[in-house]
């Protein structure tokens, strides 16, 4: 299963971008897809998830201004992103957890940097 994210770059704070990640590859179904981030010099931290059953959980720093969702008809997650602070800036990373055969594994994407900046 490979992810490929999209949708980063430069905004001013205040601003709106949405992210993109679709899976690709043979003989899976995706379970929970998600994003993370990490700024530099800090841990990785999960910003939203969306489970199989389409429940959702965010971070509380991002609560009440994004929003993830999915299409699961083209394996994609997208995170719509909205009121950006600068403290949001970051690499974002897609994250998957797939289903193949009787083996559930984690997938990661190559990370798309969100630089929120005046």
């Known amino acids: 299963v490979q992810l490929q994210a999209s949708g980063g770059g430069l905004v001013q704070p205040g601003g709106s971008l949405r992210l993109s990640c679709v899976a690709s590859?043979?003989?899976?179904?995706?379970?929970?897809m998600g994003w993370y981030r990490q700024a530099p010099g800090k841990q990785r931290e999960l910003v939203a998830i969306?489970?199989?059953?389409?429940?959702?959980n965010y971070a509380d720093s991002v609560k009440g201004r994004f929003t993830i969702f999915r299409d699961n008809g083209k394996n994609a997650v997208y995170l719509q992103m909205n009121s950006l602070k600068p403290e949001d800036t970051a690499v974002y990373l897609c994250h998957a957890v797939a289903l193949e055969g009787f083996r559930l594994n984690n997938y990661w994407g190559q990370g798309t940097l969100v630089t929120v900046s005046s």
């Open positions: 590859g043979s003989a899976f179904s995706i379970s929970t």
């Open positions: 969306s489970t199989s059953g389409q429940s959702t």
